[in-house]
């Protein structure tokens, strides 16, 4: 079985301030991971994932997160934040290999809110 | 292409009754997801689906029911609503179930049980 954590539950933040929204999982097997946005009123989108080969991946609105294996970790980044990036944050892992059915286990999310 | 879409959007229900959600994709996905979302708690998988005809327990099954009688649609059910089912309630499709296709998600249904 796998596990996530979000170690902040709320982020506020000024807007152009750089932000780190902290991943850490748990799993008994090798995983992908992956960070999905909701925006208020809104369903899920898939921001960015982590499948294997370069352990940092980047979305195309300029965020950024780094697998970290040895320390189980899939930290979000971005170095400015814009108001519009306002919205809660999820992370989330599936298994890797096996007849996983594409089946996801999410954190508790993140809620960003940037200031202007 | 609308995508993933969900009725109703809004529902009150009192306890004991009964009501089903209606998830529709026209996207020609196989897999489907219905998924509850509770404040601090993230989203929390009830009941997937495979194909059309298939249906399989998730995390969080009990008080729930499902049916993908047609690969476009999929049916959640709640035979006799309790407070703790109180939730914003998310449908997801995918292609196929591999970490490359991507889950698309509904807008939501928000159901309070009073």
């Known amino acids: 079985a796998q596990s996530v954590t979000q170690l902040d539950s709320q982020v506020p933040v000024f807007e152009e301030a750089p932000v780190e929204l902290r991943c850490n999982y748990s799993?008994?097997?090798?995983?992908?991971l992956f960070w999905y946005v909701q925006y208020p009123n809104q369903g899920l989108q898939l921001l960015l994932k982590y499948l294997s080969g370069s352990t940092l991946v980047e979305s195309i609105n300029g965020f950024e997160a780094e697998f970290n294996k040895s320390q189980t970790s899939f930290h979000l980044r971005k170095p400015s934040v814009h108001i519009s990036d306002t919205a809660e944050y999820f992370c989330?892992?599936?298994?890797?290999?096996?007849?996983?059915?594409?089946?996801?286990?999410f954190g508790q999310g993140t809620i960003l809110t940037v200031h202007p | 292409n609308a995508g993933v879409t969900q009725t109703p959007k809004f529902r009150v229900l009192k306890t004991g009754q009964s009501m089903t959600l209606l998830c529709a994709q026209d996207m020609n996905h196989e897999y489907m997801y219905w998924y509850r979302q509770d404040p601090g708690m993230g989203l929390r998988l009830i009941h997937y689906?495979?194909?059309?005809?298939?249906?399989a327990k998730g995390e969080v099954p009990d008080g729930y029911n499902v049916s993908r009688l047609k690969k476009q649609n999929f049916l959640l059910g709640l035979e006799s609503a309790a407070p703790s089912q109180t939730s914003v309630y998310f449908c997801?499709?995918?292609?196929?179930?591999?970490?490359?296709?991507?889950?698309?998600f509904g807008p939501g249904t928000r159901l309070t049980v009073t």
């Open positions: 989330a892992v599936g298994r890797a290999g096996g007849t996983s059915y594409g089946k996801l286990t």
């Open positions: 799993s008994s097997v090798s995983v992908y």
């Open positions: 997801a499709s995918s292609y196929s179930g591999g970490p490359t296709y991507e889950q698309y």
């Open positions: 689906s495979v194909g059309e005809g298939t249906t």
